[in-house]
């Protein structure tokens, strides 16, 4: 073989974007020490929480080993920045620049690999060659990692099973093939800007890679792995996150969620509650909710059945006519948004029906956001159980009355009953050191949320200090629940929504999820003091396991008393709204209320 001529005389700056990961990336830093050529180590860091991470990373970069761009923030594209900033302070321009992700490994390179990168991106049009990157080998994978049928059943769809071209370079036989390369290793022209996913040719040995994440044994895993999985975002942690966590979970977690690719699949409806056997349909979008509410409670209780969503409302009314008269079936529509054409179809239909024998239930959760004047067709029907029996949110007929200017009377047909829990995956262990800060999180807009957004204004001037608003389309890599469980205190509040003959909005004093999910975790829930006689009926009392505070008069009075809360006294309310959560307010104790009123 030819000695390769070093062309590469300023160090190649390989940018490796981490988050909790120490072992993978341990193992990636370790095997570039193949390469030939200069190449400098710069890490960006999306806000990792995993200690001994962080520890090893203030040690490279305090010897100068490591390059390392602190951020705040779990978020993909902010590497961007990074790579923007080093290569605008660089004495001199390198030409080229890599991106990986932590947990690629070069496997058994010729040490020329970032020359024949170079020679590639030399020699093709940068218009539709914008990175050169490994192929990932399938042929290795340990039998021990669960997914790996799925790992080589879909790269050879994508890349193994494509037509490769053979090439030559200084008497090195590789190949190489068109495709797309996100953060596994991937080297680019300094002249163009990074994006996440980029055209360009993966190539085959011996300048090839491992992924690390497909070499897994669930039953070993270390520190670091199981406290990623625990935190990774969906986003960016992609087999981890979007395949490995949730068959992990399975078995364990009583309260998985619902994913799209479990809905799209589903081809039945039977759910059985009791010794009743129901055929569940979900128009529209389903997994998409931020929430866990009934579809999460049946399959804690149920194990694995499958689910009906559709979205043309034909199947739903065919399966109507067909069973109507069957004393002995059994309907559940669960409607995740009402806004839609096939809604006043599927209830027009439904109320032209006479002597429905089958039972139907509706679910509507949303009632008072209906205030759109389109849809007052729709909602007269829904709010008039002719031939379905309506499950709603809704306190009671007064409260239904009131948010839509009717005069129903409340008759067997209607259930009354909010069916919002601290589901199981919510519920995390106590933190005995939480920030000591108000989180105000969700939509704080003014409106529907005045409360919300009075408490962000205040966070921002007088109480900077102690309040901080939640930015969610900031996830950090954890979830919803583990955000709040950082925190001492944590608001919610009712939505204010317009009533018929109203131009000012009225709240609807209803507990919503964030009440469970703030007790969920382990922190003092914050309330506004209407939301009292609610709070007290499922056992949350003022100063005992719960804070409230008027926004009619003295708030901030009751904010100054709330924050001069020493820690004894706060722990010891947040320990007993925790330990009411676990017991009486999770996912199973609300499966037996919904089963009794079905």
Known sequence: MNQVENTIKIPIPIFIITRDRLDVLEKCVNSLQQIKSPYQIVIHDNNSTFQPLIDYLKEKEKSGEFIVYWHKVNKLTEAKISITDYLKKVEEDPGFYIVTDPDIELKNVNGNILE????????????????????????????????????????TQQFWGKPAQKLEWNEIHTKIQRAKIDTTFGMYRSSQPWKPMNDGFRVHEPFSARHLDWYIDPENMSDDQ???????????????????????????????????????????????????????????????????????????????????????????????????????????????????????????????????????????????????????DIVDKIFFPKNHHLFTFATDINQINTFHGKKLKATDRWIFQNIWCCYNSSILEFCQQPIRKLAVSGNIKKEPYPERYQLAQFGRNKYKENIQVLNFDQHEGISYSQRLQKFEFCFASSPHVFCPGSKNRKCAEFLVQKVFEIIAVGSLLVCPTYLKPHLEKIGLVHRVNCWLINFDNGLEKDLDDLFSQSYETVLKMRLNSHELAKKKLNSEKMWNTVSEKL
């Open 116 to 155: 024949f990168y170079k020679h590639l991106l030399e020699n093709y049009d940068p218009k539709s060659i914008r990175v050169i990157g490994p192929m990932l080998h399938i042929d290795d994978l340990p039998d021990y990692y669960p997914l790996k049928q799925k790992v080589i059943q879909k790269h």
């Open 226 to 376: 199981k406290y990623y999985l625990n935190s990774c975002n969906r986003n960016i942690g992609h087999w981890s996150s979007s395949y490995l966590k949730p068959l992990l979970n399975k078995g364990k977690n009583p309260l998985p969620t619902p994913s799209q690719k479990i809905i799209d699949r589903a081809t039945s409806g039977n759910v059985i509650i009791g010794d009743t056997k129901w055929q569940v349909f979900f128009p529209h979008q389903l997994a998409i909710r931020k929430t866990h509410d009934l579809l999460n409670i049946w399959m804690a209780n149920n194990g694995d059945f499958t689910l009906r969503k559709v979205h043309n409302s034909n199947i739903i009314i065919e399966h109507i006519k067909r069973n109507q008269n069957k004393k002995n079936e059994k309907i559940i529509l669960y409607f995740f948004s009402q806004r839609l054409p096939m809604t006043r179809k599927i209830f027009h239909f439904l109320h032209s029906l006479e002597n429905v024998k089958c039972k139907i239930v509706v679910f509507s959760n949303d009632f008072w956001y209906w205030q759109n004047n389109n849809a007052r």
